[in-house]
Structure formats: C-alpha cells, structure tokens
C-alpha cells in the first residue's frame, strides 16, 4: 500500500472499531529467561560492554523471539503491533556503546513487525493490522535538569534529540511502519524534538505517515514530569495534526480514567489509551490479571472516551484478547466538534475567548 492507502485504510478501520494496539514488550521478553549470551548472540560475542537488558537490540541477535511476540499479540486480536525501538536511538543507546546501530536496529524492528502484520493481514484481509513504528522519550529530559544543584543545566539539547529521532524515524520508516507512534512522553520538548523529526523526515523522503501521541501522567498530580496537565500537552501538541492523542504507561486504568476522559472532551482526533496492568508491586511486577484489565478499561469504551486501547508494562497477550472481547460491542468515540478559539499552554491551558 503507498501512504495514502494506508491512511485511508486506517481511517476506515477507526471509523469502525475501537482498535486495539498490544501490549508490553518487556513483559514478554522476561518470559524468555535470556541471560548475557542470550542478549549478545554470536555477532555481539565480544562486546566490551554488558548488553543484558537491551531489549531493542533482541532484533539482531534474536529476531525470531521479537516476532513470536508480535504475533502473539496479533492473534490475541490486536490491530496495531508496535515496534521493539522504544529506545533505539543514540541517546539511548549510548548506555551500550551502541550508538552506531541505532539506524539498523530501527530498520530491522521494522521488518520484524511488517512481516508478523503482513502474515496476519493476509489471513484477514477484511481486517488490516498496522506496524507503529515506536519512538520513546529517550533517558533524558530537555527541561529539567538532572543536577538539583543547577536548575540551568541541561545534560541533553533538543537539536541532539532531533537529530538522534531523525535516524531513528528514517530507519522505522524505510524498515516498512506504517504509523509513527511518539510515545511514553514525560517531557514535552522532547516529544516536540521527535515530532519536529518526524515531519523532517516526511520531507525528505515524500511521505506522509499517520502519527499517534501518547504521553505519561507520572502521578496522582495529574501531570507529566514536566508538569503539564492533559489539556496544556494536547494544546502542545496539536500542531502536528495527529491521528490520536492519548495516555499510557505509569498509572492502572483506575486512575488513568479522569485523565483521559479531559482529553476525550478537548481534542478533536481520535484518543488512545493503554495503561499498566496496574500499579507495580513491591516486586516491580504487576498483579491486575487478564479480567481485571478488561473489567477496568470496558467503561472507557461504554462511556464513549477512546478510538484506541492495549496494554502497557504487565499486560500480556491475554490481557489484551481479554480487553478485545470486551470492548468489541462498542462503537468508537465520535470525534467532537471544538469550537475554534486560542488555545495556549505553558505547565496551565489557557483558552481565549
């Protein structure tokens, strides 16, 4: 399909159903029980620095295990099948010193998941699945400063963050996404960075992709790291004219719900959601089982909040057929008429007029 296809298709798909994106990735790959060796394979055998827990790179040196798992979650019914680059750029990647992989483990990610999501489509042909190639937040922050002792000080710039997103979505792109999803955001300017990067890329390669958004409420205070309400992101990030804007990662659906339902009543694109299979316990495992999830997140879809909802860290292929099977009897969230006004936000929204 050319991009205006699948943006068509897409389209008609959200105008169907609520879709259903998967679930954690990380969760998964625990499941594996892969040690150093695991990790490294035969290409990395001499690395000088230890890769256990560089799950972006498993698409090297494990790609089998990478794509069981999109298909697993493929034949738990999810629509959208996001990429295994959550943090596969050189930001990221420079905990590993593998910073010049970055381009190739992008493309590779992306192959992984179009042949899970081609294998899939072809069964259903009148059900399309999608690859969202998966652009995380990167371990630092444009606006806070990591030294308590110097609020000034910045350990990362944005052109940095640019240039590092623009390898990263060039590779998720000409691996064969078909959706650019900026994701697990806990500091806008670094989600304004990836957008920025995003549309560069479109330029200069001719294409424009769907783009979906998901930030992070960090706590109970209702804000992102950078502390920003749902309302003042969203006027934030509008500009790049997204497919959806939602929420995932950090909170259960309990407390994601209020949350959600203020961008549900302020934006006018499709709102996505897929939050943790509850709080993280005193293990840092998560205990929500399959019903639980599903039982939490089927009001969302009957009180008409979302387009879009999967699972973030915990959730498991059952998770996610369980929230399938709950939701599939409800249509999706009309997308709302907002009157045109002037919408600005700093940490507050303010609204003119």
């Known amino acids: 399909m050319t991009e205006t296809d699948i943006a ?89 010193g593998m910073e010049e992989l970055s381009y190739e483990i992008n493309v590779a990610a992306a192959k992984l998941a179009r042949a899970a999501v081609d294998k899939y489509t072809a069964l259903t042909p009148d059900k399309p699945r999608f690859v969202a190639g998966a652009v995380g937040p990167t371990n630092r922050t444009a606006s806070i400063s990591p030294d308590v002792n110097n609020p000034g000080f910045r350990n990362v710039s944005y052109d940095e963050l640019r240039d590092a997103y623009k390898e990263q979505v060039r590779g998720l792109i000409e691996g064969g996404s078909q959706i650019i999803l900026i994701e697990t955001i806990f500091d806008t300017l670094n989600a304004k960075a990836a957008g920025l990067a995003t549309l560069e890329v479109f330029d200069e390669l001719g294409i424009t992709l769907p783009v979906m958004i998901s930030g992070t409420i960090t706590d109970r205070s209702g804000r992102t790291l950078s502390g920003q309400t749902p309302e003042a992101f969203w006027y934030s990030m509008r500009h790049l004219k997204p497919f959806s804007i939602g929420l995932n990662c950090a909170l259960g659906a309990d407390l994601m719900r209020p949350y959600l339902a203020e961008l549900s009543q302020i934006a006018d694109v499709r709102i996505s959601a897929y939050p943790n299979a509850g709080l993280p316990n005193a293990m840092g495992g998560y205990d929500e089982t399959p019903d639980d999830m599903a039982c939490a997140t089927e009001p969302w879809a009957r009180d008409g909040l979302i387009n879009v909802i999967g699972g973030c860290c915990g959730s498991t292929p059952d998770h996610i057929r369980h929230i399938a099977e709950h939701v599939k009897q409800y249509p999706p969230r009309p997308i709302p008429k907002i009157a045109p006004k002037l919408r600005l936000s700093g940490l507050e929204p303010f609204v003119h007029g």
């Open 8 to 96: 068509a298709t897409l389209e008609r798909a959200a105008a169907e159903r609520i879709l259903i994106i998967d679930g954690a990735m990380g969760t998964m790959i625990q499941r594996h029980n892969l040690d150093e060796a695991g990790y490294r394979g035969q290409r990395f055998a001499d690395w000088p620095r230890d890769v256990k827990g560089n799950n972006d790179l498993l698409v090297l040196t494990q790609p089998g295990i990478i794509q069981g798992i999109h298909e697993e979650y493929l034949a738990a019914g999810a629509d959208i099948i996001e990429t295994n680059t959550f943090n596969a750029q050189r930001i990221s990647m420079a905990d590993y």
